[in-house]
DNA sequence: AATGAATGAGGATTCATTCAT
DNA sequence: TATGAATGAATCCTCATTCAT
C-alpha cells in the first residue's frame, strides 16, 4: 500500500540486477585471468552463487562473453558520443578542442578500470575465431566513427581537402589504441595526457621541425 | 666420404631442421585455429610425426608458443633493422625516405604472411597473463626503437626541438598497428600503400588544411 | 447452495484432478520422448504449471512414474475383465469367442494409443531395475490370468487334458505381446485383425496342413 | 624368427582385444545397472582401464551401445542360422526337428547369459528413440526369418496352404520372446524345455481337446 | 497452495602429458 | 629415437530437488 512496486517487477528488477552482477562478475575474471582460464565456477564461486544459477542466465560460456563485450562496447560508444557530434564543431580550434575532449573521454573510461583495455584489447581476440571478427569488426566501426569527423572537416574546410579520411581515420584510431595499451604499463594519469597531447601535436604539426 | 660432417653432426642438424619444423607448423596451428583450439596432436598429425615425438623437442604445450613468438619476433626486428640505422639519416627527406623503407618493409613482412598479424596482435596475448606482458613487453620494446629514431632526428635537428619522443614514438607505432590490423580485414596492397601513405603525411604534415 | 458441498471436499475434488492429469502428462511425456529424456519441468511446462507444484503432488520423478504404471494397468485389466470371466465359458466355441472378445478389447486399448504399447513394452522396464522386475511381474500375473482362463477350459474339457497350463500360457500371452508390439510399426487395424485372426488360428489349428 | 607375427599385428591384436573387452563389459554394466545408471567410469573402472582410455575405443557413450547391440544380434543370429536353413527341410516331422533344434539353440544362447534377454528385451528400447526403433526393426527382421520357414513350409506343402505367413511368423515369435523373457524369471532349464513343448504343442496340435 | 529461483551432485568428454615398446 | 596407447585432471553443462516468497 506504500510506494511498493508490484511484486512482479520487484523480482524481474532483482533478476536483472544478478543478470548484470554476472556479466561485470565474468568480465573481471576474463580480463584477469582470461577467458580460457575461467571456469564457470570460478565466476559464480566469485558472485557467490551456485554454479547452476549461472545456467539460468545464460546459455552458455561463450553466450556470456558475447554480452560482456556487447555491454563493454555500448558503454564505450555511449561515452564518446555524449556532446561530441561531428557536426557541432566548424573551425580547426573547434575540432582540436573535440579531440581533446574526446581524448579526455577515452582516458576517463579506460583510465577508470584496467581491465577494459586488457580485455578487449589483449583478450577478446584470443577467445576464437568468430570474437576475432567481431573485434576486427569493431576497429572496422571505429575507424567510419572517425571517418566521419575527418569527413566534416574536409567538407567544412578545416582540414586537408585532399585527405585519405578512410586511412587517416585509421591511423589516428591506431594512435588511440596505442595510447590506451601503453596505459595498461603505465596507469600514471599524467603518461596519459602526455600521450594525448602527443597525438594532438602529430595530428596537427605533424613531426617534422618548422622551416 | 671426404665432405661427410661426423654422424653426430648430421644428426644434430635433423633435429635442429624437425625443431624448425615443430616451430613452424606451430605457428601455423595457432594462426589458424587459436591456441586454444590448438591441441598438440594437431601440430603432430599436420607435421606427420607422432605426438609423443612434439615433447621430445618441447617441454609443453607453453614452451613452444614462447619459442614460436621469440621466432616470429627475431623475424620481423631482423627485417625492420637491416640497412636502417637511425643513425644512418641526417635530414628529413632522409628520414622520410627511411620511414618510407621500414614501411614497405613491414608491409612486406606481414603482407607475405597475414597469419603473423592474426597471431601476434590478435591470438598471443590472450594465452596467458605471461605472454600477455610478453606482448606488452613487445610493444614497448617497438616504442623504444622507434623513439630512437626520433631521439636522432631530434638530435640532429630535422624534427621537433620538443618533441616528446617516448609518446610520439609510441602513437607512430599505433599507427603502424593500425596499418597492419587492417590489412587483416583488407589485404590489398593497394590499401596498404594508402595506409603507409596516409600515416606519412599526418607525421610531417599533420592533418590540419594549410594556412 | 444446498448442494454445495463442504470447501474442503471442493479442493480436495481439484487436487485430485490435477494429480490424475500430472499423472496424464507424464505418461504422455514419457511415452514420447522417454523417461531419461522428459525432465519434471517438461511435464510441468506441457501441463501449464510450474515445475515446484509437482512436487506437491508427487514425491519425486521415480514416484510419478510408478503412478503412471498403476494407472495404465489398472485400466487395461479393467477392460479385460469386463465381461470375460474365465468360468463364463462352457465350450470351445464360447472361449473361442471369449478370446475374441478379449483380443478386441487389447486391440482397442492398444490401438486407441500408441503410446500405451510404447510406454510400457519398451521404455518401461529400462528406467531401473526396481521397474523391471514390475514389468517382469506384470508378465507373471499376465500369464497366470491367462492360465486360469486354460484351467477353466481343462477342467470343463474343451482344452487338452494334458495341456502344459502355465507354459501355454505364457505362449499365448506372447503371442499377443507380439500383436502389440506389430501395432506399434504397423498401427492399419486390418493388420491387426490379421494377427488376431492368426493367432486364433494357432491356438486352435495348429499351423499344420490337415492330414 | 620363429611363430612370432610382426609387431604391428600384435599391436593391432591386442587393440582390437581391448575393444572387445570393452564392449563385453560395456554390455556387462548395460545389463546389469542398465544404460543410464551405468557410467563411462563404471565401465571402464571395472575393465580396470582409465576412463580416457575408452574414449580411444568409441566416440562416446552411445557409439558402444551400438556396437553391443550389434555384436549381440550377430551372435544371436550366428547361432540359428548354423545348420538351420528353411530349405533343408521337407515334411512336418523335419520341420518340428528344426524347431526344436531351433530352440535348442535359442534356449543355450539365452539360457547361456541371463544378462542377453535383460539387455535386449527390456533395457535396450528405452535408450532412446532411435534406439527403440533399432529394436521395432529387429523384431521385423526376426519376423522375416521365421516366415522365411513357415513360406517354405507352405510351398512344400506340410503348413496349412492358407497359412497367414507374416502374421504367424509375428505370433510364433512372440512365444519365443514370451519363453526367453520367462526364463528371466526362472532360469532353470526344465521350465524352459516346457515352455519349449508347449510351444511346439500349441503350433502343431492347437489346445483344443481333440474330437 | 503455487511458484520458480537457486542449487550442486553427477556425468560426459577433452586433451596435455607420460612412458613402455 | 620415435611412437601412440594410456591416463585422469579438468571443465562444461544438466536437471532433480528444495525452499523462500
Do not use: W
Not at 520487484?10 to 582470461?34: H, P, V
Not at 551456485?50 to 561515452?79: M, P, Q
Amino acid at each position: 500500500m506504500t510506494t511498493e512496486t508490484s511484486p512482479v517487477t520487484r523480482a524481474e528488477r532483482k533478476k536483472q540486477e544478478l543478470r548484470r552482477e554476472i556479466i561485470e562478475t565474468a568480465f573481471d575474471c576474463f580480463a584477469e585471468r582470461g577467458y580460457h582460464a575461467t571456469g564457470i565456477a570460478d565466476i559464480a564461486t566469485q558472485l557467490g552463487i551456485g554454479h547452476g544459477t549461472f545456467y539460468r542466465y545464460f546459455e552458455n560460456k561463450r553466450d556470456i562473453v558475447d554480452h560482456v563485450i556487447t555491454d563493454l562496447v555500448e558503454r564505450i560508444v555511449a561515452a564518446l558520443v555524449a556532446d561530441n557530434a561531428p557536426e557541432a564543431v566548424n573551425s580547426l580550434a573547434g575540432y582540436r578542442a573535440q579531440t581533446a575532449r574526446i581524448g579526455d573521454a577515452l582516458a576517463r573510461i579506460f583510465g577508470s578500470d584496467p581491465r577494459l583495455a586488457r580485455f578487449l584489447l589483449l583478450e577478446a581476440a584470443g577467445i576464437d575465431a568468430e570474437m576475432r571478427e567481431r573485434v576486427l569488426d569493431f576497429y572496422d566501426t571505429a575507424a567510419q566513427m572517425t571517418a566521419e569527423y575527418l569527413h566534416h572537416g574536409v567538407r567544412v574546410g578545416y582540414l586537408h581537402a585532399d585527405l585519405d579520411v578512410d586511412a587517416t581515420a585509421r591511423a589516428i584510431n591506431g594512435m588511440i589504441l596505442a595510447a590506451v595499451l601503453s596505459e595498461l604499463r603505465n596507469p600514471d594519469p599524467k603518461a596519459q595526457a602526455r600521450m594525448g597531447e602527443a597525438i594532438r601535436r602529430v595530428m596537427y604539426d605533424g613531426i617534422a621541425a618548422r622551416a
